[in-house]
């Protein structure tokens, strides 16, 4: 069984800075992507970006430029540092490793940015 535990979230005011972290009990065999999700009040969940096992990474244009994934492989760890923020980012916030078999999800975690 893969746990996904995550840490980080709060309260933060525009304009601050926060770092997400979402760390697997265990490596994850043939894993695809390790990726963070965040869901507003009465909106979808939304990707918010994405690192493959490769390396590669994508995001949503709402966060281009002021977000960043990456990874600790040794300590199957991913992160998401979130600069800049806005009221627009407050949401839950959702880590998600994708494999071959299995998708694994975290348990969430609040961010609120205050204006």
């Known amino acids: 069984q893969v746990q996904l535990v995550e840490s980080g979230g709060g309260l933060v005011q525009a304009g601050g800075f926060l770092r997400l972290s979402c760390a697997a009990s265990?490596?994850?065999?043939?894993?695809?992507?390790m990726d963070w999700y965040r869901q507003a009040p009465g909106k979808q969940r939304e990707l918010v970006t994405r690192i493959t096992s490769g390396g590669s990474t994508n995001y949503a244009d709402s966060v281009k430029g002021r977000f960043t994934i990456s990874r600790d492989n040794a300590k199957n760890t991913v992160y998401l540092q979130m600069n800049s923020l806005k009221p627009e980012d407050t949401a839950v916030y959702y880590c998600?490793?994708?494999?071959?078999?299995?998708?694994?999800w975290g348990q969430g975690t609040q961010v609120t940015v205050s204006s």
């Open positions: 998600k490793a994708h494999s071959i078999m299995n998708d694994y």
């Open positions: 265990r490596s994850i065999f043939r894993l695809n992507s």
